[in-house]
């Protein structure tokens, strides 16, 4: 196993559908005790409970920096390290730039890139002190080609941003061990776009990715597991297209 006795935070981790759940199952199944963190609608214990008794599921809001401090220092007395962050949560919203509202741009830039830092910020002190880490943020194809599929521009901007920020924090913490890689998904079937693209457009969509299907959410987990694994030990600044070829570049 790839994790054996590694612990692994996952934020917005308890959607069943989601990436975030995808991956926090196949961190599991590679040995690592998992850390479900999501806001309490989501019920990140019933999600943690589904993985098996070991894991653990917290209340948090990525967008509130004390309620992440809770969370990390609860993952801390809960399972005594923290080797593994991965920064997923995230929402969207489909609007064009003239009707991005600024409580719109604070919802979407909020969870997305403020909820990656508070989040990494949380769990930087006790990997800098344990010499060791990884840090996987989600981004999304958004960034890279300016709009995916739903998101309006503010989520691109978001995603963009998570690109900035992950690459700054490799530069900064490679010194004690800890790397920072993106994983860039391209249209993956979660709840964040379910019955949101009528059928005759998703042929369109399909005739540009090389791969001709959308992708499933363990094809993301299985990049951050690697990224977020030793075999990825090399690995810092770097950001993975998991999109069936819908961007090369
Ligand atoms: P999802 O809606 O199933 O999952 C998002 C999760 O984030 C949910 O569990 C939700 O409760 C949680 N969340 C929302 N606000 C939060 C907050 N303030 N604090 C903590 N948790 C919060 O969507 P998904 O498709 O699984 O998306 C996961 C990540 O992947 C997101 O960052 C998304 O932007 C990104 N992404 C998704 C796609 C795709 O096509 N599905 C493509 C590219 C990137």
Known sequence: MLLADKVALITGGAGLNGLGFATARMLAEQGARVVILDLERADPA????????????????VTDKASCERAAKAAVEQCGRIDILVNNAGITQPRKTGDITGADYDAVLDVSLRGTLYMSQAVLPTMRAAKTGSIVCISSVSAQRGGGILGGPHYSAAKAGVLGLARAMAREFGIDGIRVN?????????D??????PDDRMQGILDQI??????EPADVAGCVVFLASPLAKYCTGITLDVNGGMLIH
């Open 210 to 215: 090389p791969l001709n299907r959308i992708g």
């Open 46 to 61: 019933g999600a943690a409970a589904k993985l098996g008794p070991q894991h653990v599921g917290l209340v948090a809001d």
């Open 192 to 197: 964040i776009n379910k019955g949101l693209i």
């Open 182 to 190: 993106c994983v860039t998904p391209g249209l993956i079937a979660t």
